[in-house]
């Protein structure tokens, strides 16, 4: 079965930082696009960040260009976010998903992207900023 794990929240205070993994399994990592969302209470979930690891083309929110950072490593199925000058309201659940092929990048670039595209989520990780 396909499974993402993620980890590396916690509690930071506003200015600092974290990095963010998800290991995946159960798929051809080469083949996915693999995103972070995130979901504060209350709020909708909303794509924070992608990446399509065949050829490492990524997606970001505006919003969050410059701040945030997603990178994979091939040889050990993870993709990472570095998150920098974190604010209180980045405070949310953060989670993983992934969809096959590269299709949700052009998407995402283009007009968006509503969690409900992605077939598979991890169980999320919680990050905290204090202010």
């Known amino acids: 079965e396909v499974q993402l794990v993620e980890s590396g929240g916690g509690l930071v205070q506003a200015g600092g930082s974290l990095r963010l993994s998800c290991a995946a399994s159960g798929l051809i990592f080469d083949d996915h696009t693999i995103c972070w969302f995130r979901q504060a209470p209350g709020k909708e979930r909303e794509a924070v960040s992608c990446?399509?690891?065949?050829?490492?083309?990524?997606y970001y929110t505006e919003s969050l260009k410059g701040r945030f950072t997603i990178s994979s490593d091939k040889s050990k199925n993870t993709v990472y976010l570095q998150m920098t000058n974190l604010m209180p309201g980045d405070t949310a659940d953060y989670y993983c998903?992934?969809?096959?092929?590269?299709?949700?990048?052009?998407?995402?670039?283009?007009?968006?992207?509503?969690?409900?595209?992605?077939?598979?989520w991890g169980k999320g990780t919680l990050v905290t900023v204090s202010s």
């Open positions: 998903a992934a969809d096959w092929g590269p299709f949700l990048i052009r998407r995402a670039q283009e007009w968006g992207l509503p969690a409900g595209e992605m077939d598979y």
């Open positions: 990446i399509y690891i065949k050829d490492t083309r990524t």
